[in-house]
């Protein structure tokens, strides 16, 4: 079963404006991940949050981390339309061999 | 793509027939995944390998079988090819950190 749940399924919004994403989650953790998928092709890795952090950033990207309510958030900031894609948030359930996957957030950035 | 090749990359075939889907990596990794992808249900595994020979099964594996002669190579075979196979299929290889994975192009797979 999945561990990883985004809200919403999905997203539209206008080219410039914010983009926020969630995840909750429901066991331990040592890290949890964001990927991005754009259409018809694999998953590629955006940015990774240890457990012992609360915020972090990359680029437009900020994510944050609550392990008390087991959520995290992606915000991407200034959106373009190339940021149209699917976002996964992934869990490591405390482990480090396998990744759980959630359903994702499609992302439709409008010009 | 971290060196990831799928092959084939599409495939149509019938039920009840044998399929096998290939995996490549040139970098030298330990671990090797094997996920499948459908409407609703996200990214799920079937298998996973962290070595030659050594492999385990993931959330989905009933139906498939995973092989691992060589460290390059990661082999998915469907030993009898149902109409619920049909998905995209995705390898992955578990990166130098040790967490994120890096994903191959997808093997887009029908079964009629």
């Known amino acids: 079963s999945q561990q990883g749940e985004e809200d919403p399924q999905a997203l539209s919004i206008q080219e410039g404006e914010n983009a926020t994403m969630n995840c909750s989650y429901k066991?331990?953790?040592?890290?949890l991940q964001w990927y991005r998928q754009n259409s018809g092709r694999g998953l590629v890795h955006l940015i990774l949050?240890?457990?012992?952090?609360r915020e972090k950033h990359s680029g437009r990207l900020r994510v944050t981390l609550d392990t008390s309510k087991k959520s995290s958030s992606l915000l991407i900031t200034a959106s373009r339309a190339a940021d149209t894609a699917s976002y996964f948030c992934?869990?490591?359930?405390?482990?480090?061999?396998?990744?759980?996957f959630g359903k994702g957030t499609k992302l439709t950035v409008n010009p | 793509d971290a060196g990831i090749t799928q092959s084939p990359r599409h495939k149509v075939t019938e039920t009840g027939t044998p399929v096998t889907l290939r995996c490549h990596q040139t970098e030298n990794h330990r671990y090797m995944y094997w996920y499948r992808q459908d409407p609703g249900h996200g990214l799920r595994l079937i298998h996973y390998s962290y070595g030659v020979k050594d492999t385990d099964k993931g959330e989905v594996s009933d139906g498939y079988s995973v092989s691992r002669s060589k460290t390059e190579d990661f082999l998915l075979t469907l030993e009898s090819a149902t109409s619920s196979q049909t998905s995209v299929y995705f390898c992955?290889?578990?990166?130098?950190?040790?967490?994120?994975?890096?994903f191959g192009p997808g093997t887009r797979l029908t079964v009629l």
């Open positions: 992955a290889i578990r990166g130098p950190s040790g967490a994120e994975q890096f």
């Open positions: 992934a869990t490591d359930g405390g482990g480090s061999e396998k990744l759980v």
């Open positions: 949050i240890r457990s012992n952090e």
């Open positions: 066991t331990s953790i040592n890290n």
